[in-house]
């Protein structure tokens, strides 16, 4: 791979584009324009992602069912990948030369619609050989108009009365008669309904594996892969789930195209779930002995809420009116609040401001001991607010809630805050999840439960929110397993303004303190941010020692604005050429090589992220960013803030008693020179965790005692002035270690 000399340069591009489909953090439509940039070994949320390799022979029959035998309002869509540019070549056909329906590339390369064996409507544009491209037409039986889409835009409509007749055909796919399909077609759709235009744009980048609310006219849905990735992750099942297929699908020598492990190029999947703020929008999981938590649980999620709402804005709610089970909503103060069986509710502490992300937790221990945890840190603590007991009603998802929720996980046992913090970017499936009863959301397109598959129902105007083709916000998660993503990074949640209020043009450095005293030989950056216009961007990372690089420069984005999360990993090895759809995510490799800048010093000290804004004209926010130093996991302490406290603390450990691993918060009013040490009952130093100069902010310490004996032990913070002996602060607390 070589080393570009300029920075990431994009353009707008509505034409189609090349391969993938994955998920991230942050997206909307974005496209490379004039240079080469490379990015890694994709693993997204969605990385086991699959198409349909037809080799101008092969194709996919479905016998034919009632609800197929469409004879009024219809819609058909495709994504398209040809590899030969003559012929008629069939997409989807049901029907026979004097009935049904079908969508195919004419032989002059025009997109075609048809009904009863009749091409009643051809597009204007053609579609590109070795592209992914977008395809769609539709008839409405209420006005007799055909219309046909390339890439989500009208490319032509029709007045005909020629509804789709009654026909007792198969439904074939990449094929009619002896006219075939050679290429990879993805994402295959029929609807029960003729799609406007913003059904069509609000859907084609994303994977639909759901037949219910205003996903109802779905009516058959392929995306050629798994709802997760165990197992065989190719298929050619109908993943809609309508009750459709008495028989299953056949596979006339369809092969799998695997487009994991590369970027997208037409497809993204970190979707989350929109709410309108009412009690008619929901999501909604029919009881079963999984959801009907009793005794110790955790419930996560990240939640972004968008503003008040006539009522309690629920995230999860599983409890009749008077009855047993929980409840978890924020409350008319914007705080994070609890309920369970008949108990009033508790709260936290923390503000929930709005338009930003949160990562939430509500952990029960088996005695009924409460903890509220926002972006990994202690909310509020409750000693004896009880376990949830056994309750028939259906487990509800964001009624009342007015804004996006996404990855909703269910433990049936309590975790640590450790653990929540080392999953808290990473998205959950059956690849990664933990051990123990669990179930988890993606909500990614797919109504199921992405762990322990669960199917639920959406309610009233509820939406995946399509972070690819509207102005949305994804939340800022992240799949890299293979490069230790949940272990090895000191992660930061920043929200820091771009640019910073008052400010204009630049944003004041945000910075995180390393404390590994070792020589480097590998850097990845993590980083998640939004802005209404990132080409006007320039990002740097400097280190302690004041080497710097700068790894952003000019993104013009397609739309209104551009978000991403990435990790920036010189072993990236994908790589993209200009005129290419790409969301960038999961992993990237920098136009200059960090290793090449960082290599040989030491990591201890401040590193930080510098974003100047060159125009000041829109504005946005670091979500999140981190550093993983020599491919090896964290320890030690990490920067949860760097806005300066009113005053020294040293905070109280949690949990405790613990067995083997702990965590506490210092606050440091002031620069200076701290030293964390523990000692054994009877005063005797057994480990230091720090003994370094550490900035002013606020500080999260992760301490390990596998190699220590049960007991009581202390741990003393001192802080002492810079370049002297004079002691500012000192604090001891004791904590309790039980194996």
């Known amino acids: 791979m070589k080393n570009l000399k300029t920075s990431f340069i994009f353009s707008p591009r509505d034409t189609a584009i090349d391969l993938h489909k994955t998920q991230t953090s942050f997206r909307y439509l974005f496209v490379i324009a004039i240079f080469i940039f490379s990015i890694f070994n994709l693993q997204s949320q969605m990385f086991w992602n699959q198409a349909g390799n037809f080799n101008g022979s092969s194709y996919i029959a479905a016998p034919n069912t009632l609800s197929l035998n469409i004879v009024g309002s219809v819609t058909v869509e495709a994504w398209v990948y040809p590899m030969t540019n003559t012929g008629i070549r069939y997409v989807v056909f049901k029907g026979n030369v004097?009935?049904?329906?079908?969508?195919?590339?004419?032989?002059?390369?025009?997109?075609?619609?048809?009904?009863?064996?009749?091409?009643?409507?051809?597009?204007?544009?053609?579609?590109?050989?070795?592209?992914?491209?977008?395809?769609?037409?539709?008839?409405?039986?209420?006005?007799?108009?055909?219309?046909?889409?390339?890439?989500?835009?009208?490319?032509?409509?029709?007045?005909?009365?020629?509804?789709?007749?009654?026909?007792t055909d198969s439904l074939f796919i990449?094929?009619?008669?002896?006219?075939?399909?050679?290429?990879?077609i993805d994402e295959v759709r029929i609807w029960t309904k003729a799609a406007e235009p913003n059904d069509i744009r609000r859907n084609l980048r994303t994977s639909l594996s759901i037949s219910s609310g205003k996903y109802t006219s779905l009516l058959f849905s392929m995306p050629f892969q798994r709802v997760n990735s165990q197992g065989n992750v190719f298929t050619i099942q109908d993943l809609s789930f309508n009750p459709i297929s008495v028989n299953p699908t056949v596979n006339r020598g369809v092969t799998a195209i695997d487009l994991s492990n590369r970027p997208s190029t037409y497809l993204s999947g970190n979707e989350s779930l929109q709410f309108e703020g009412n009690f008619s929008s929901y999501a909604a999981l029919p009881n079963n002995s999984l959801n009907s938590l009793t005794g110790a649980m955790t419930i996560e999620a990240w939640i972004n809420v968008e503003g008040s709402s006539a009522v309690n804005q629920y995230i999860v709610h599983k409890n009749a009116p008077g009855g047993n089970g929980y409840r978890l909503m924020l409350n008319s103060s914007q705080k994070l609040s609890f309920s369970l069986n008949n108990a009033a509710f508790n709260e936290g502490s923390s503000i929930i401001e709005y338009n930003?992300?949160?990562?939430?937790?509500?952990?029960?221990?088996?005695?009924?001991?409460?903890?509220?945890?926002?972006?990994?840190?202690?909310?509020?603590?409750?000693?004896?607010?009880?376990?949830?007991?056994?309750?028939?009603?259906?487990?509800?998802?964001?009624?009342?809630?007015?804004?996006?929720?996404?990855?909703?996980?269910?433990?049936?046992f309590e975790r640590t805050a450790a653990d929540i913090k080392k999953t808290m970017f990473e998205s959950i499936d059956e690849s990664n999840a933990p051990s123990g009863d669990c179930f988890v959301f993606n909500f990614d397109g797919s109504a199921w439960a992405n762990k322990n598959l669960q199917f639920y129902f959406l309610r009233g105007n509820t939406y995946?929110?399509?972070?690819?083709?509207?102005?949305?916000?994804?939340?800022?998660?992240?799949?890299?397993?293979?490069?230790?993503?949940?272990?090895?990074?000191?992660?930061?949640?920043?929200?820091?303004?771009?640019?910073?209020?008052?400010?204009?043009?630049?944003?004041?450095?945000?910075?995180?303190?390393?404390?590994?005293?070792?020589?480097?030989n590998d850097v990845n950056l993590y980083l998640s941010l939004i802005h209404g216009a990132v080409e006007q961007l320039q990002i740097t990372l400097i280190s302690p020692t004041g080497q710097n690089i700068q790894l952003v420069n000019g993104y013009i984005p397609l739309g209104a604005g551009v978000d991403f999360t990435t990790i920036i990993d010189d072993q990236a090895d994908s790589t993209l050429s200009s005129n290419t759809y790409i969301h960038i995510l999961s992993r990237m490799k920098s136009l200059v090589n960090l290793n090449s800048v960082f290599s040989g010093s030491n990591a201890a000290g401040v590193w930080k992220?510098?974003?100047?804004?060159?125009?000041?004209?829109?504005?946005?926010?670091?979500?999140?960013?981190?550093?993983?130093?020599?491919?090896?996991?964290?320890?030690?302490?990490?920067?949860?803030?760097?806005?300066?406290?009113?005053?020294?603390?040293?905070?109280?450990?949690?949990?405790?008693?613990?067995?083997?691993?702990?965590?506490?918060?210092?606050?440091?009013?002031?620069?200076?020179?701290?030293?964390?040490?523990?000692?054994?009952?009877?005063?005797?130093?057994?480990?230091?965790?720090?003994n370094e100069f550490l900035t002013a902010g606020v500080y999260d310490m992760d301490f390990d005692a596998s190699q220590l004996s049960s007991g009581a032990y202390f741990y003393k913070l001192e802080v002492r002035e810079s370049g002297s002996d004079a002691v500012r602060f000192t604090d001891v607390k004791k904590m309790m270690l039980i194996k």
């Open 98 to 167: 004097s009935n049904g329906y079908y969508l195919r590339i004419n032989s002059n390369g025009t997109v075609g619609f048809g009904t009863n064996g009749i091409n009643r409507i051809n597009s204007t544009q053609t579609v590109p050989q070795n592209k992914w491209t977008h395809i769609a037409g539709s008839y409405n039986v209420n006005n007799d108009e055909f219309k046909i889409f390339v890439n989500g835009l009208i490319d032509g409509t029709l007045i005909s009365n020629n509804p789709p007749a009654n026909n």
């Open 174 to 184: 990449g094929k009619y008669s002896s006219s075939f399909f050679t290429g990879y």
């Open 356 to 412: 930003k992300w949160y990562h939430i937790a509500w952990v029960v221990s088996p005695a009924g001991a409460t903890s509220l945890y926002i972006n990994g840190n202690l909310d509020a603590y409750y000693g004896s607010a009880g376990t949830p007991l056994a309750n028939s009603d259906s487990l509800f998802f964001g009624r009342g809630f007015n804004g996006m929720i996404d990855e909703i996980r269910f433990f049936r």
């Open 464 to 520: 995946f929110s399509s972070p690819a083709t509207l102005n949305a916000a994804s939340s800022p998660l992240i799949r890299a397993d293979n490069i230790n993503f949940r272990e090895g990074f000191y992660k930061k949640i920043s929200n820091r303004r771009i640019p910073e209020t008052g400010n204009t043009g630049l944003m004041v450095d945000d910075s995180i303190m390393i404390p590994d005293n070792v020589n480097i």
């Open 609 to 690: 992220l510098k974003i100047q804004d060159i125009s000041g004209l829109e504005t946005g926010k670091l979500i999140a960013w981190g550093l993983q130093l020599n491919n090896t996991p964290v320890i030690g302490i990490q920067t949860i803030s760097n806005e300066i406290p009113g005053k020294f603390e040293l905070g109280q450990n949690y949990p405790n008693p613990f067995n083997p691993k702990t965590n506490f918060k210092i606050q440091l009013s002031n620069s200076g020179n701290v030293k964390i040490t523990v000692y054994d009952i009877t005063g005797k130093e057994v480990k230091v965790l720090v």
